[in-house]
């Protein structure tokens, strides 16, 4: 009894949808006004205790060994309860405990293959041709297929960049390669991709064979710190700061501005908090061990530390909510393949973990941000408006 009282008050609280919750002993309750959408089946009690140390690690959990089902839109209920300040994921008294972070190189390295090295076959089944792993770009708003809007975001990135056939460029946690062969290709760049992965590093040597791209493109199985003295005339990094960890976060700034020749352009792509940088228990549990989102001003004032002067920022939160949602769709389409290879626990924590996060950009809770920098006031003088960037680009300008 005083069981139900507590989940009674706990989930009434938790979201601004009406939502009915079916509890362990078979009977139902609605919560919220109106026709409920969603329905939340305990087939057991989560035991108070879990949920009052972390209530996203303990239902979380208790929803990938099933014993919580959600009947509707998991999307939806998760943005409900983003949207609601009152909610257990807002709320500190249910966030009492974060599992530890160390992002040491030899920690780093395990926390990326631990997710990366999941397999190449397994991304294949769900992420498009291009295997890019990060926020799309919808041209054309949402109508765009994934593929295209991939390739559209690859070139968004390279433009900003203003690059010229000859220079180099680093790309820092460049995943299955595909901007890093793009700026080969097309742009004539002359490439250095570093990721931990080891599926990735193996996958990107053989499209480098593949594409007869060695005289202009190499590949290295490196911490982003382990780079030495070297430096290049474009630094891209895209979806990677949030692997960093808070204590690092400015010394990743100042090494991308290390990087950078004098005259050097900077476009750092990535996940930011409106609200201050945090951890997430479950994610940082289950899904990216060591991952820290950081507040926007924060990550402002490590770029500015760092002596960099930012030429343009663009936020793109819609856009990844589009990506995540077809990530979903197509993950849910291979599902029996997916459950074949993995088991059914991690499919649907894989599943929870594309809604939840899906839902975070749709209720504004995180955004994406792509920050054009230049080093310093004295660095490279960009074009003085935005037209550059959507220039159509010569065709293969390769060497
Ligand atoms: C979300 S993936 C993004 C991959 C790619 N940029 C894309 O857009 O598809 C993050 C990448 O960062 C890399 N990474 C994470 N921490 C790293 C580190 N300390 N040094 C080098 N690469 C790292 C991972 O190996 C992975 O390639």
């Given at each position: 009894?005083?069981?139900?009282t507590?989940?009674?008050?706990?989930?009434?609280?938790?979201?601004?949808?009406?939502?009915?919750?079916?509890?362990w002993?078979?009977?139902?309750?609605?919560?919220g006004?109106?026709?409920?959408?969603?329905?939340?089946?305990?087939?057991?009690?989560?035991?108070?205790?879990?949920?009052?140390?972390?209530?996203?690690?303990?239902?979380?959990?208790?929803?990938?060994?099933?014993?919580?089902?959600?009947?509707?839109?998991?999307?939806?209920?998760?943005?409900?309860?983003?949207?609601?300040?009152?909610?257990?994921?807002?709320n500190?008294?249910?966030?009492k405990?974060?599992?530890?972070?160390?992002?040491s190189?030899?920690?780093?390295?395990?926390d990326?293959?631990?997710h990366?090295d999941?397999?190449?076959?397994f991304?294949?089944?769900?992420?498009?041709?291009?295997?890019?792993?990060?926020?799309?770009?919808?041209?054309?708003?949402?109508?765009?297929?994934?593929?295209?809007?991939?390739?559209?975001?690859?070139?968004?990135?390279?433009?900003?960049?203003?690059?010229?056939?000859g220079?180099t460029?680093?790309?820092?946690?460049?995943?299955?390669?595909?901007?890093?062969?793009?700026?080969a290709e097309?742009y004539?760049?002359?490439?250095?991709?570093?990721?931990?992965?080891?599926?990735?590093?193996?996958?990107?040597?053989?499209q480098?064979?593949?594409?007869?791209?060695?005289?202009?493109?190499?590949?290295?199985?490196?911490?982003?710190r382990?780079?030495?003295?070297?430096?290049?005339?474009y630094?891209?990094?895209?979806?990677?700061?949030?692997?960093?960890?808070?204590?690092?976060?400015?010394?990743?700034?100042?090494?991308?501005?290390?990087?950078?020749?004098?005259?050097?352009?900077?476009?750092?792509?990535?996940?930011?908090?409106?609200?201050?940088?945090?951890?997430n228990?479950?994610?940082?549990?289950y899904?990216?061990?060591?991952?820290?989102?950081?507040?926007?001003?924060?990550?402002?004032?490590?770029?500015?530390?760092?002596?960099?002067?930012?030429?343009?920022?663009?936020?793109?939160?819609?856009h990844?909510?589009?990506?995540?949602?077809?990530?979903?769709?197509?993950?849910?389409?291979?599902?029996?393949?997916?459950?074949?290879?993995?088991?059914?626990?991690?499919?649907?924590?894989w599943?929870?973990?594309?809604?939840?996060?899906?839902?975070?950009?749709?209720?504004?809770?995180?955004d994406?941000?792509?920050?054009?920098?230049?080093?310093g006031?004295?660095?490279?003088?960009?074009?003085?408006?935005?037209?550059?960037?959507?220039?159509?680009?010569?065709?293969?300008?390769?060497?």
């Open positions: 009894m005083l069981e139900k507590f989940y009674k008050q706990f989930l009434s609280n938790s979201f601004n949808i009406p939502v009915t919750v079916t509890y002993d078979g009977k139902s309750e609605t919560y006004e109106g026709a409920p959408q969603v329905n939340i089946i305990f087939k057991e009690a989560v035991p108070i205790k879990e949920i009052t140390k972390n209530a996203s690690i303990a239902l979380g959990e208790a929803y990938m060994d099933g014993r919580i089902e959600i009947k509707g839109d998991i999307q939806e209920l998760i943005t409900a309860a983003y949207e609601n300040a009152d909610s257990f994921i807002h500190k008294k249910f966030i405990f974060l599992p530890k972070q160390k992002h190189e030899k920690a780093s390295k395990e990326v293959q631990s990366y999941v397999g190449n076959d991304y294949r089944l769900w992420l498009d041709d291009t295997m890019t792993y990060s926020c799309a770009y919808f041209t054309n708003g949402n109508t765009d297929d994934l593929f295209q809007a991939q390739q559209d975001k690859v070139d968004h990135i390279l433009q900003k960049l203003n690059p010229k056939a220079n460029l680093l790309d820092i946690g460049c995943g299955w390669g595909t901007l890093m062969l793009t700026a097309k004539g760049l002359r490439v250095t991709g570093v990721t931990l992965s080891q599926e990735q590093f193996d996958y990107v040597t053989q480098i064979k593949d594409k007869g791209l060695e005289h202009i493109a190499e590949v290295k199985l490196l911490d982003y382990e780079l030495g003295d070297r430096q290049w005339d630094v891209t990094s895209v979806g990677m700061f949030e692997h960093v960890g808070e204590e690092n976060l400015g010394e990743y700034f100042k090494d991308v501005n290390r990087y950078l020749t004098d005259d050097g352009v900077a476009l750092i792509h990535g996940i930011t908090r409106q609200q201050g940088g945090a951890y228990g479950w994610i940082n549990k899904i990216f061990p060591g991952g820290y989102v950081p507040g926007l001003t924060e990550n402002i004032q490590h770029i500015v530390d760092a002596g960099m002067q930012i030429s343009d920022m663009e936020p793109l939160r819609r990844y909510q589009r990506t995540l949602e077809i990530w979903d769709d197509n993950f849910n389409a291979k599902r029996q393949a997916i459950e074949k290879m993995q088991g059914i626990n991690f499919t649907r924590m599943d929870l973990y594309l809604n939840a996060c899906a839902a975070s950009f749709e209720s504004g809770n995180i994406v941000i792509q920050f054009l920098m230049t080093k006031p004295s660095g490279r003088v960009l074009p003085i408006t935005r037209d550059y960037m959507y220039e159509a680009q010569s065709e293969t300008v390769h060497e």
